[in-house]
């Protein structure tokens, strides 16, 4: 078990996504959020923008967000706020579908 995700291999990223793909096809979620936008780009070999992805991830609407972690500056709370709240927004399930 490792603590940081820089403490995982790019193999051990790739796997992880490979097992996060066979999972998704089975529970068939509406929305995925990867957190951590390096560790995404390297788990799927992609070069992901923090927000919503034009691809999907198996059956989902993807977002990548940036890891809220106190190790990472970049992002301060107010950002966070308002990044995480347009996640949940896009994730509403739209009116009369429930």
Known sequence: ?????????????R????????????LAPAVVAVL????YNAAFGAHAAIGEQPERLGPARLWVLP????L?????LPEL???FSAL?????????SR
Request: zero cysteines; hydrophobic letters at 50%; charged letters at 25%.
């Open 88 to 96: 949940r927004a896009a994730a509403r399930p739209a009116a009369g």
């Open 67 to 70: 890891n809220p972690s106190g």
């Open 36 to 39: 951590g936008i390096g560790a």
């Open 72 to 76: 990472q500056a970049r992002y301060q």
């Open 1 to 13: 078990m490792s603590a940081r995700a820089d403490e995982l291999s790019r193999a051990e990223l």
């Open 15 to 26: 796997a992880g996504a490979a097992a996060l793909a066979d999972k998704l096809d089975a």
């Open 81 to 83: 706020a308002e990044i």
